[in-house]
């Protein structure tokens, strides 16, 4: 075969394995635990990205929420510890604590482990986007000795969007199910996860409605706790808005403190510890106070 023949043959070889190298996923790249306490995964390298210091918020500075914060702290300390414990649901209002409970529980348990010197439990967030790489993120930690909280944010799912289903095989009734060492906290807005009229779409639709619906419906049975954030009352709100003062020092007239806050509210036509917390940077601010 001629020199040029050969050279051109070559081009093409190599072109065709370039292509074959990008369609295929990466090898999942075994993570270093030691390096913090907390990941992000990164579905598009199949890795976890370290996060050294993660934003939360303190469990004392979570008010008006105190059932879900002893629900949400017990199953994480008994799956911690090795026990038998659920996948958790947190839904409701928004602004009330959902992802900031999930976030103050995993460092309550962990300042506990860390004293008694066992090994620390590690927080994994998956974005809502990623949801069809979950199977890959858990092949990755199924065989590590650490146990894990894989946490996705405001879950929910739109029309035509299929994803949910890989969510269900690995929760429960996948060949493989969920590894021992994992366990799934998810947010929501919705209880259902699915929204209403995609529901009343398929009842209206299929030949057995009921089948068609329950098949949406069973994605929230596979959370064993449902745990529900409702809108505060006025106190709780102040309650919020207070310890925010009293931790960060801002040094304000009691009733200057209620009546700003309550007339922040009402601007934002919300009560929340969001718009507690939008409050106090807003004061903080024209104090010159940094909130550290």
Not at 25 to 33: G, I, K, Q, R, T
Not at 147 to 161: A, G, K, P, Q, T
Not at 198 to 219: D, F, G, H, Q, Y
Not at 246 to 259: C, I, Y
Request: charged share 25%; aromatic share 8%.
């Amino acid at each position: 075969m001629p020199d040029d023949a050969v050279a051109a043959l070559n081009h093409h070889l190599a072109r065709l394995v370039s292509l074959l190298e990008r369609s295929v996923p990466p090898l999942p790249v075994a993570p270093d635990f030691s390096a913090a306490d907390a990941f992000v995964w990164q579905a598009s390298a199949r890795a976890l990205q370290p996060v050294p210091q993660v934003n939360r918020v303190a469990m004392d500075l979570l008010k008006g929420i105190d059932r879900s914060r002893d629900i949400i702290t017990d199953n994480t300390e008994r799956f911690a510890a090795g026990l038998p414990a659920n996948n958790a649901l947190l839904w409701g209002a928004r602004g009330m604590g959902k992802s900031s409970l999930v976030k103050a529980a995993h460092a309550t348990v962990n300042e506990t482990r860390r004293a008694a010197g066992e090994r620390t439990l590690k927080l994994v967030e998956i974005h809502r986007e990623d949801i069809e790489t979950l199977p890959d993120l858990m092949t990755l930690l199924r065989p590590d000795p650490h146990r894990f909280i894989v946490f996705c944010d405001d879950l929910s799912f739109d029309h035509d969007d299929t994803s949910y289903k890989s969510l269900k095989a690995v929760l429960e009734g996948g060949i493989e199910g969920r590894p021992e060492n994992v366990l799934f906290y998810a947010t929501s807005n919705r209880r259902h996860l699915l929204p209403r009229d995609m529901m009343e779409n398929e009842r209206s639709t299929a030949i057995n409605p009921s089948e068609a619906v329950e098949e949406k419906v069973s994605l929230s049975d596979r959370f064993g706790l449902w745990v529900g954030f409702h809108k505060c009352s006025q106190d709780d709100y102040l309650d919020m808005v207070f310890a925010y003062a009293d931790r960060f020092g801002l040094t304000v007239p009691a009733e200057t403190l209620r009546a700003e806050s309550l007339e922040w509210s009402t601007t934002r036509g919300a009560r929340s510890g969001r718009v507690a917390w939008q409050y106090v940077q807003d004061l903080a601010g024209r104090l010159g106070v940094r909130l550290g």
